[in-house]
């Protein structure tokens, strides 16, 4: 059993910066590749960013790439998304996921999600 706990979220204008935090408890954090996923009002919930268990691989959503970048310290058991140059659609609640799939995350693929939390861009 994981449990993912996110927080970082907020109000921030555009062209500003956050960054987000998921806190993981148990001893299996690093077998797991873990992703950024995100929800925006009247759509369907979005993968944005992946790591791998180890931290060497990463991969973006095109509508991300270059502005966000994702890491994990697996001494903490914490994975980051640091959100550089945001945009007001980048709007949403924010979830961090734990998955052990091969290929693109999927929210089908999931094992665990936290909780959530909110980033509000304004124009």
């Known amino acids: 059993q994981v449990q993912l706990v996110e927080s970082g979220g907020g109000l921030v204008q555009a062209g500003g910066s956050l960054r987000l935090s998921c806190a993981a408890s148990g001893r299996t954090f690093s077998s797991y590749r873990m992703s950024w996923f995100r929800h925006a009002p009247g759509k369907e919930r979005e993968f944005v960013a992946t790591?791998?268990?180890?931290?060497?691989?990463?991969y973006y959503a095109d509508s991300v790439k270059g502005r966000f970048t994702i890491s994990r310290d697996n001494a903490k058991n914490t994975v980051y998304l640091q959100m550089n140059s945001l945009k007001p659609e980048d709007t949403a609640v924010y979830y961090c996921a734990a998955d052990r799939i091969l290929g693109v995350p999927t929210t089908r693929g999931v094992d665990y999600w936290g909780q959530g939390t909110q980033v509000t861009v304004s124009s």
């Open positions: 790591i791998s268990g180890s931290g060497g691989r990463t």
